[in-house]
Nanobody, 110 residues
Framework: VQLVESGGGLVQPGGSLTLSCVAS????????MKWHRQSPGKQRELVAT???????TYVDSVKGRYTISRDNAKNTVTLQMNNLKPEDTAVYYC?????WGKGTLVTVSS
């Protein structure tokens, strides 16, 4: 499985960003897709998951602010991030089974 993330960038606190991950090389719609993040000096953290059927889970710190979704026809999983906080600053990674993307940097700063 090959995964390519996009959509990171610099945003002010309270702002929004949408991350996308395009998958290739697998039957996309049967696998659970995950977004993780890693901040400097911290361990990688699981942020959100979505099953092939669309069931979602979130880490407590992003509940109500982040939304994970998928478009199986486009082999794409999206992470909509609203009301961003400086502590959301991290490299965000897309993950499927044992495959990882290279990550996309999100910086929340004024």
């Amino acid at each position: 499985v090959q995964l390519v993330e996009s959509g990171g960038g610099l945003v002010q606190p309270g702002g929004s960003l949408t991350l996308s991950c395009v998958a290739s090389g697998t039957i996309f719609n049967i696998y659970t897709m995950k977004w993780h993040r890693q901040s400097p000096g911290k361990q990688r953290e699981l942020v959100a998951t979505i099953t092939g059927g669309g069931l979602t889970t979130y880490v407590d710190s992003v509940k109500g602010r982040y939304t994970i979704s998928r478009d199986n026809a486009k082999n794409t999983v999206t992470l909509q991030m609203n009301n961003l906080k400086p502590e959301d600053t991290a490299v965000y990674y897309c993950n499927c089974i044992n495959s990882w993307g290279k990550g996309t940097l999100v910086t929340v700063s004024s």
